[in-house]
Nanobody
């Protein structure tokens, strides 16, 4: 599975962005998908994940109520809608794929390149 993330940019605090991750391959719908982020000087951390069917979603506590993960299996794409952005959300955001809804939140098998999100105060 090859993953291509997009949609990052510069936004003011309180604003919104939507990240997209397009996946190649015919078996996209069999993979759980997720988003991680890495801020400068910090370790990469889990943000959100969604099961292969879209029936289950998982969020880190610090984004609950602000971020929403979704997927469109017909378009081989997963999204991360980010609202009420804060300066501490500034990071490089990575999409990931794994066939396990457990592993997608911890050690995904596949990673895309990152997309920079910068939130100004």
């Amino acid at each position: 599975v090859q993953l291509q993330a997009s949609g990052g940019g510069l936004v003011q605090a309180g604003g919104s962005l939507r990240l997209s991750c397009a996946a190649s391959g015919r078996t996209f719908s069999s993979y759980a998908m997720g988003w991680f982020r890495q801020a400068p000087g910090k370790e990469r951390e889990f943000v959100a994940a969604i099961s292969w069917s879209g029936g289950s979603t998982f969020y880190a506590e610090f984004v609950k109520g602000r971020f929403t993960i979704s997927r469109d299996n017909a378009k081989n794409t997963v999204y991360l809608q980010m609202n009420s952005l804060k300066p501490e959300d500034t990071a490089v955001y990575y999409c990931a794929a794994d066939q396990s809804s457990w592993s997608i939140r911890r050690t995904p098998d596949y990673w895309g390149q990152g997309t920079q999100v910068t939130v100004s105060s």
